[in-house]
């Protein structure tokens, strides 16, 4: 195994650490503000008010994960630092990630120049054989015909 001084920098270690720190400051920070939310009336979490320095930190967080993946040299201090090794951090980076997806904000969504495409073939992808919106505008007896049809009444049955 090569020596770990010899083939990555100090700022190369704190990176490594640093995940470690945001890690546990995301942790944290998720805590108070879910306890704040409860005491404003049980808003969402995406309500607060503060919640895009959440997505800042989500983001910094993804951006250490991602530039520690990139560092094979870096491996050996992962397996020694974090719990499960490089597998773990995979795993939790991929959950961070998503959640950074899920969540961002129409600027972010900006700086990607592939969102709009993303968006478009993440909404074509549902299931059109089943519209909830349909019969919407109906009258009612257009309506009733419907719902019979999809259950297998008949209109003698009634």
Known sequence: MPDIQNTVTEDDLWLVDNYIVLIDYYDRTISRIAARCVRQGNIALEE????????????????????????????????RRIAGGIEALQQNLAIFQSELTNNQSPDMLKDDPNEANKLNEAMSNFDKAVDPTAGAGMNID????????????SSEES
Do not use: R
Not at 57 to 63: A, N
Not at 143 to 152: T, Y
């Open 142 to 153: 257009d309506l009733m015909q419907k719902l019979m049809a999809e259950n297998n009444i």
């Open 48 to 79: 607060y008010k503060f919640y895009p320095y959440v997505l800042d930190v989500l983001e910094e967080i993804c951006d250490t994960g991602e530039a520690i993946m990139s560092n094979q040299a870096l491996y050996p201090y992962v397996e």
